[in-house]
């Protein structure tokens, strides 16, 4: 093919390079890869027996506040309703995830308002003292106090990276998101969902 430029990798970024390129200026646009599939990471298939999509890298969650990325990306696949909500197990019963009033008020057995949950949140933080954290079990009950994190994050992060988080430095979170609202979706954008035909047949298009 004698193409006017060559993309390198076939994901999101270098396919929507490469449409725009051949649609707004009309150049030739070669799109190479070294995967034998298009789609980079967010590819997807079917399991022959089901016919069910799987993601063969991990799953792909379609999200955006962006109006133009969405007006953009419909021009190519509808979007299911699918909102993606995390739970977790703390004692044996079941949270929303990330943190909210919902949780908040489930783990204090309490009914708080949002003002009267921010408060609370700020009184546990304060365990320190003002004492900069040296590590990131102290930066995580600085965040959003001791109870919520040995709860919810601690294990998590000792799972996540094979260390005690005693052992890891402050300066990997910098925050923990906690939602003084009951809004439980994982995601805050505008719009989200999961292509209707599957990622595959949306970045064939």
């Known amino acids: 093919m004698d193409a006017d430029l060559v993309v390198v990798g076939s994901g999101f970024f270098g396919l929507t390079v490469a449409e725009r390129l051949a649609e707004e200026h009309g150049r030739k646009v070669l799109v190479i890869d070294r995967r034998d599939h298009i ?49 977790t197990t703390h004692r044996g019963e079941v949270f929303p995830m990330p943190i909210n009033l919902g949780t908040i008020n489930q783990f204090f057995r309490s009914a708080y308002g949002p003002d009267a949950a921010r408060d609370l949140v700020k009184e546990l933080s304060a365990e320190l003292g003002g004492k900069k954290p040296t590590n990131l079990d102290e930066q995580g009950v600085s965040l959003i106090g001791r109870p919520l994190y040995e709860a919810f994050i601690r294990d998590y992060t000792a799972k996540q990276w094979q260390t ?12 923990l998101p906690v939602r003084y609202t009951y809004d439980n979706r994982y995601f805050n954008d505008t719009h989200e969902g999961l292509p209707v035909d599957g990622y595959t047949a949306w970045i064939e298009r």
């Open 39 to 87: 789609g980079g990471n967010a590819y997807s298939e079917a399991e022959p027996t089901t016919g069910i999509e799987v993601h063969r890298y991990g799953a792909h969650l379609f999200h955006t506040s962006n109006e133009r990325v969405w007006e953009y990306v419909n021009r190519f696949t509808a979007f299911t309703s699918y909102v993606h909500r995390v739970y």
């Open 164 to 175: 005690d988080p005693t052992e890891l430095p402050a300066s990997i979170i910098s925050r």
